[in-house]
């Protein structure tokens, strides 16, 4: 004789309960993601006439210039010393910079560093160094790519 075997039937209210717990956890998930993207910390992207000025004194931001020189081996203790200038005024401000050092970095080349100003000199942090491509932000480049 040949007995059936049935699967033991699942309760509803099992099932129910895993989807609840399911949904709560990507609920606190997306909520989570939510709230990083809105208030994480954000860095000001500043120029040199900014922080020559002392403005955002002490804090972490972006620094933006143009190489007017550079000295030193930003793989030793004291660092690459930088002077960068602004885009529009004649300021200028030293950096410090630590790090590897991007190909295409030069005297004349715009460069963005992330660090902070302190009595007059920006250090930056390390490896934060990123050339701009000069070819990418000529207003001639912007009127042919917009045809």
Do not use: W
Request: net charge positive; with cysteine; hydrophobic share 45%.
């Amino acid at each position: 004789m040949l007995l059936a075997v049935t699967p033991a039937a699942t309760s509803s209210g099992r099932r129910h309960i895993r989807l609840v717990f399911a949904l709560v956890i990507a609920s606190i998930l997306g909520t989570f993601a939510v709230y990083t993207a809105l208030v994480s910390d954000t860095t000001h992207l500043i120029g040199v006439a900014q922080a020559a000025a002392g403005d955002k004194a002490g804090e972490n931001v972006k620094l933006t210039g143009k190489v007017l020189a550079f000295s030193g081996d930003a793989s030793t203790d004291a660092g690459m010393k930088i002077t960068l200038a602004d885009y529009t005024s004649k300021q200028t401000i030293p950096v410090v910079y630590h790090g590897s050092v991007p190909d295409a970095f030069k005297t004349g080349r715009q460069i963005v560093v992330d660090g902070r100003a302190a009595s007059g000199v920006f250090q930056a942090k390390t490896d934060s160094l990123v050339t701009k491509c000069p070819s990418k932000y000529t207003p001639g480049d912007a009127a042919s790519a917009q045809s």
